[in-house]
């Protein structure tokens, strides 16, 4: 189905429009990660494309940060952006901008914090091992829905102190916002997971204890009042949906990438050592979330005439990938010793979960080492578009012990 395509505004001039879907395009479906970087080469370096209600697309590093760490001229509040002022809940911090989001971030960052994260270690890894003990007898599985999908979801569900059984029908409604075929159903599906937020606020409500809801309920905003009923939907929602299918995605091309290079999956199963430091080259060229800004007013930037109300598109999977910030970007350096890359974001919207999904990656990469010492990817792996890039499925293969 060919989606509308958005009117080219009177002051984008045409050298600057290039025909390309951040969300679906044909070329990222052909590898998400890679192919995105020939935009380096074939795109105007900032252009204007007419999916997507018609944005900017930013394909280098150096462009995106100086844009991501000016949030007052490129918002993140939906009252600037006509598209994400459609969805509800209003989600925090990220649809705020300073001050309101510092103070947000305040109440969040411990919650998140390298040493909260490093106290949830052993739960996570409980997880990890119990997810690969159930695979590891057939010799192989399908890593999406037997993996990929339920270990962040179990995450989340223990940091709310939430039952496992829930797991299901609260993907079931993460899909839909996430690849939803068409707006309504993403925002149906964002009104859903609310939903669910709502009625999991009113049991902690009752029933108070030290998980994340909890907290968010005792916190006040700059130390002087409770977060509104709003904004305890928009952060418990947040902080659901921010670490489930970016998670996901991350960890299932690393190990379409890990299956299909045996060589340099074998250094880590020799080396575990290398695990931890090879985790962020691994995830330098494996992010794949989509976000936004808009323009709070006219704006010169570079030479480009950027209007008050346009929305700009980061496709973050392609910084790590740029040149101008990397030598030899396409070169997997498991013992490179800074890989650069946005794939968590940058400036005060830099990803609040980014320890904890280290630790989730690092972690099971360490249990799959251990136990499944040479493995493959059976099959070709087509990727599904959308807020989060992602493998559709990912059939991975390995000899069953004894
Ligand atoms: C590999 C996994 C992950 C990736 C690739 C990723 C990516 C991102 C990106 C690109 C942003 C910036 C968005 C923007 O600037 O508008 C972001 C923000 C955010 N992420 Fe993550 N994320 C991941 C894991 C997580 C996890 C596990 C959580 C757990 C709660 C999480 C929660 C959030 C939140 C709450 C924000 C908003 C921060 C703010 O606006 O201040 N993310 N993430």
Request: hydrophobic letters at 40%.
């Amino acid at each position: 189905m060919q989606a509308t395509l958005a009117p080219i505004p009177a002051h984008v001039p045409e050298h600057l429009v290039y025909d390309f879907d951040p969300t679906n395009d044909p070329l990222l479906h052909r590898d998400p990660h890679i192919s995105a970087t020939a935009l380096h080469r074939i795109a105007p370096r900032l252009f204007y494309t007419r999916h997507n209600g018609g944005q900017w697309v930013v394909t280098h590093a150096a462009d995106a940060l100086e844009i991501l760490r000016d949030p007052e001229r490129f918002s993140s509040d939906p009252k600037n952006n006509w598209f994400n002022a459609q969805r509800k809940p209003r989600t925090v911090p990220n649809q705020y901008d300073p001050p309101e989001h510092t103070s947000f971030r305040k109440i969040l960052n411990p919650m998140f914090s390298p040493g909260a994260m490093a106290r949830i270690a052993d739960d996570v890894r409980a997880m990890a091992v119990e997810l690969i003990e159930e695979v590891l007898p057939k010799g192989g599985c399908e890593f999406i829905s037997e993996i990929g999908q339920r270990f962040p979801v179990y995450i989340f569900l223990k940091l709310v102190d939430t039952p496992r059984e829930l797991a299901p029908d609260l993907l079931a409604r993460v899909e839909k916002f996430v690849r939803g075929v068409d707006g309504a159903t993403k925002l149906q599906g964002l009104a859903e997971v609310g939903a669910y937020i709502v009625t999991a606020l009113e049991e902690r409500r009752r029933k108070p204890g030290t998980d994340l809801l909890s907290k968010l309920l005792e916190a006040k905003v700059d130390g002087e009042r409770p977060l509104t009923q709003g904004e305890l939907e928009g952060a418990g929602t947040l902080l659901f949906l921010g670490g489930l299918d970016t998670v996901t995605s991350t960890l299932s091309f690393i190990m379409n990438y890990l299956g299909q290079h045996p060589e340099q999956y074998a250094r880590l199963v020799n080396d575990p050592g290398l695990i931890g430091s090879g985790v962020e080259e691994l995830l330098r060229v494996h992010g794949g979330a989509n976000f936004e800004r808009a323009a709070t007013q006219d704006i010169d930037f570079n030479g480009v005439k950027i209007a008050k109300g346009d929305r700009l598109n980061f496709i973050s999977q392609v910084y790590g990938l740029d040149p101008e910030i990397i030598e030899n970007p396409f070169e997997i350096n498991l013992d490179r010793e800074i890989s650069p890359h946005l794939i968590f974001g940058a400036g005060p919207h830099r990803c609040l979960g980014s320890h904890l999904a280290r630790i989730e990656i690092r972690i099971f990469l360490e249990e799959w080492t251990r136990r499944i010492t040479q493995f493959r990817v059976e099959g070709d792996v087509p990727t599904k578009g959308g807020i989060v890039w992602s493998p559709e499925y990912l059939n991975l293969r390995w000899n069953a012990p004894g």
